[in-house]
Every structure is written in structure tokens, then in C-alpha cells.
């Protein structure tokens, strides 16, 4: 099992910046890819970005150039800074880690105000 536990969520005005972060815990040598998702309201849940081991990234392109993941493998920690926030990025945003399953955090609001 692994169990992740997110932070950094806010309000923050247009144009302005986020950190999450997401610690691993539990059997964290059995994860490969940790990443982001998040879903609007009344909207599906979608990819915003995913990192290996051994630091290949993947981005949706709606953030490309503005979103950059890192992980931190000593700490079992994945981040997302998120840089020119705009009110379209309002939304839960949930961490992942891919094991022998698809484990998720509890997600962390992102407001972003126009």
C-alpha cells in the first residue's frame, strides 16, 4: 500500500504562482510514476503532469511552460510549481503514484481569481 498526503493548495489572483507537494509513504519502493491530475467542477479528471525515477516528465499542454514537476526521491516527495496560474486552473488537484496500482492523495484546492 501506499498513501500519499498533498499540500500547498491556495487562492491566489491570475498571473501568480503555487508549490504542491505530495509525500509517498507506505511501499514506496514499488513506485514507479508519481504525478498530478485534477478536475474543475463538473468537468472529468485530467492529466496535468507525471515523473519517472528517474526524472522523465510529461506535461499536458495546456501547462507546458508554465507547470514544472520535480521529485525529490530521497523524500518520497513529488512537487508542481505552478507558475502564471489562470482562473481555467482552478481545481481539485490530486497526486498519484503509479505501484502494482494506481494509488491517489485526497487532492488540494487550487482557486485561482481573475
Known amino acids: 500500500q501506499v498513501q500519499l498526503v498533498e499540500s500547498g493548495g491556495g487562492l491566489v489572483q491570475a498571473g501568480g504562482s503555487l508549490r504542491l507537494s505530495c509525500a509517498a509513504s507506505?511501499?514506496?519502493?514499488?513506485?514507479?510514476?508519481m504525478g498530478w491530475f485534477r478536475q474543475a467542477p463538473g468537468k472529468q479528471r485530467e492529466f496535468v503532469a507525471g515523473?519517472?525515477?528517474?526524472?522523465?516528465?510529461t506535461y499536458a499542454d495546456s501547462v507546458k511552460g508554465r507547470f514544472t514537476i520535480s521529485r525529490d526521491n530521497a523524500k518520497n516527495t513529488v512537487y508542481l510549481q505552478m507558475n502564471s496560474l489562470k482562473p481555467d486552473d482552478t481545481a481539485v488537484y490530486y497526486c498519484?503514484?503509479?505501484?502494482?496500482?494506481?494509488?491517489w492523495g485526497q487532492g488540494t484546492q487550487v482557486t485561482v481569481s481573475s
Open positions: 515523473i519517472t525515477t528517474v526524472g522523465t516528465t
Open positions: 498519484y503514484a503509479d505501484a502494482i496500482s494506481r494509488y
Open positions: 507506505g511501499t514506496i519502493f514499488s513506485i514507479n510514476v
